[in-house]
T-cell receptor
Framework: EPEVTQTPSHQVTQMGQEVILRCVPI?????FYWYRQILGQKVEFLVS????????KSEIFDDQFSVERPDGSNFTLKIRSTKLEDSAMYFC??????????????FGEGSRLTVL | SQQGEEDPQALSIQEGENATMNCSYK?????LQWYRQNSGRGLVHLIL?????REKHSGRLRVTLDTSKKSSSLLITASRAADTASYFC????????????FGKGITLSVRP
């Protein structure tokens, strides 16, 4: 069964360092998302991506964050200068249809980011 | 405004009992979805109900939607220990097509 894969599963970094989290969405999906979940808390939307551009982003997704789909298969989230409060589990998701068209999201297993 | 607020926050039941979880939301929606998350894992889609539907079934799952009250419920019948997980409702916004907003989730514990 097709699945969303994420790497790394866990990354530890020093505050101020750049981090890139990678995702390989399901191959025929068209919509891509990043969410994050601070331990034990709600799943927060960061950004959605469609047709090679950001379609929506949250207040969390400030200038320190960027996304790319460099080669038609990978979907990356870059945090330019990490802060302690960026420590969280980051989930990539993809869907064939948009949410308004009953698009079901398929999530990866997450990348745990620990900022020291 | 906060979309997708579930209650209760935690639920503990005995294996074989039914589990009912509720979700309320604030804005008009196109559809509402329920997801499950095992500890430390990704979310898995369970069931979707469109705004023009009132009830839907999938195996041991039954979801209802009341758009006049802006609420939904997820019923798991004949629960099993393996149903122990966190459950989230997720809503989109009517007219939008870009994101789902998740609630805080309900932690369900099913005692064997």
């Amino acid at each position: 069964e097709p699945e969303v894969t994420q790497t790394p599963s866990h990354q530890v970094t020093q505050m101020g360092q750049e981090v890139i989290l990678r995702c390989v969405p399901i191959s025929n999906h068209l919509y891509f998302y990043w969410y994050r979940q601070i331990l034990g808390q709600k799943v927060e939307f960061l950004v959605s991506f469609y047709n090679n551009e950001i379609s929506e982003k949250s207040e969390i997704f400030d200038d320190q964050f960027s996304v790319e789909r460099p080669d038609g298969s990978n979907f990356t989230l870059k945090i330019r200068s990490t802060k302690l409060e960026d420590s969280a589990m980051y989930f990539c998701a993809s869907s064939l249809r948009g949410s308004g068209n009953a698009g079901e999201l398929f999530f990866g297993e997450g990348s745990r980011l620990t900022v020291l | 405004s906060q979309q997708g607020e579930e209650d209760p926050q935690a639920l503990s039941i005995q294996e074989g009992e039914n589990a009912t979880m509720n979700c309320s939301y604030k804005t008009s929606i196109n559809n509402l979805q329920w997801y499950r998350q095992n500890s430390g894992r990704g979310l898995v889609h369970l069931i979707l109900i469109r705004s023009n539907e009132r009830e839907k079934h999938s195996g041991r799952l039954r979801v209802t939607l009341d758009t006049s009250k802006k609420s939904s419920s997820l019923l798991i019948t004949a629960s099993r220990a393996a149903d122990t997980a966190s459950y989230f409702c997720a809503t989109d916004k009517d007219g939008a097509n870009s994101k789902l907003t998740f609630g805080k989730g309900i932690t369900l514990s099913v005692r064997p």
